[in-house]
């Protein structure tokens, strides 16, 4: 019955949960299980929360008992990256500064997620401060890909990519500021979503980049991304940035008529052989199933991650100055290195790097009259080795954090709802992502089209 | 380069200082390196005419799509 269960997506256990052939009682035991047997390896899991889970999942029981309508998530298991407040429950933000931090508030994805019925069971690993593409941490340790253990997951929602991997959730909610959920989704061959900006509130959520955080949702399907975003989006009074529109319905597009732009800056980066072979599988079979596939250009493109790191720098200064200040001993050493550069930029400096950033969404805005969604690989490479710093690509050594995130920034500098779904192994075996991207608000398309060409993720790494 | 790299670390020093947060020396020099990346990209970016005319950015942020 626990293999059963687990095998199951989201949206399935759901319509089990509330036909009463599955018990949620069965189904959090079950996932409490694979966490007790597996995270002892892959350090998804940060704080496990299985009292409170077990005690929602008897309310949720004696409620379905009783004949009560449950919530769109009934039973279904959930890590949050540990930067997302939960009332009562230990948040360390992946830092030994919070290393006994304890929210007397939710976040408002929190009480989204429990209005809606859902479980969680755990706190994920997450990138110190989430500010890093690899998950390795000097507190927490380092976070495992469950597709190899000597590999990391990405970052930096690194734990929650790795929990709904390895089966110790269904759902893990990230964020994603330069790539932070679509790297490690994509490393360990799930689904995630970057919806767009302000669609889901950052209420309650230690911040990183004020201009470009976003909260992103790891699934095992695109039905799942779909369903879960559906209860997390909506204006938030407490998060001015969130949107007023509620203009989003999944599926309404037809990928028949969708035109998709190959990302020609984005295809012409150094690029591991196995992810250029099977980002042109993904377009073969792409041009069979929309309209048309026709390559695309965003010059500008090749200044995202100079603007996005400035824009990042100065915003995570404004966050953690005082903290350097008062406990500066106590970061890890590659996130301290990071603020010298923030010192250094000027107030000049970010307004420049916000007109570049102004330059790049007009020319990608421009892309978008000539294309629906814009594809292109979500990561360069495939899970490199844990404790690898530099690695060599069509000859050029490159940095593993800056090659992780190369192809996810455009994402955040615009705005823009952005997808990662599996597409293809590398002759090793690791996973492989394809990347998807539509115009704020289009959801709709992106969903349609992934939940058409993804691969579903239908078995457990081991 | 050189004389701009460490002329940089001299600006990261004092910023630093006047905030009162302390850095090793290795980040202060890796810091400046990483500095003189970004300011001669954004130097090269803001010297780069703008080939796209900016209509479509209008519509960039509706909810609908613009009528084709």
Redesign the interface.
Known sequence: MTHEIVGLDATALVERVKARTVSPIAAIEAYLERIAARNPTLNAVVTVTAAQAMDRARDLERRLAGGQNVGPLAGVPVVLKDIIYTKGIRTTMGSRVFSDFVPSHDAAVVERLQRADAIVVGKAHTHEFAYGPTSANAFLGPCRNPWDIDRIPGGSSGGSAASVAAGLSLVGLGTDTGGSVRVPAALCGVVGLKPTYGRISRFGIFPCSWALDHVGIVTKSVRDAALVLSTLAGRDSRDLTTSR?S?YAHYRADPGQLRVGVLLEHISEPMDEDVRSAFQAAMAETSGVVAQVLDVSI??NA?AR??S??ITALDSLLVH?QL??DR?PEYGQDV??R???A???TAR?YV??Q??RT?I??????V??RV?VIASPTVPIPAPLIGTDEIVLNGQTRSVPAVLSILSRLGNL??APTITVPYGRSSIGLPIGLQLMA????ESALLALAEKVGASWTQLPH | MSSDADQ?QA??RD??GR?????SP???E???A??L???N??D???E?P?????T??L????????PS
Do not use: C, K, W
């Open positions: 529109s203009g010059p500008t200044y100079s603007v790191t400035a100055e350097l200040r500066g301290h290195g603020f010298p550069l010192v250094g930029l400096d420049r790097a007109q570049a330059r969404i007009v020319e990608t805005s421009d978008f009259t629906d615009t705005g115009r704020p608000g289009q | 940089l600006v990261i910023a630093a905030l009162g947060i302390v850095f290795t980040e202060i890796n810091g400046a990483q500095l990346l970004i300011l990209s954004l090269e970016l803001g780069t703008m080939e796209v005319e900016p479509a950015f519509h960039f942020f509706d909810a609908e799509p613009p």
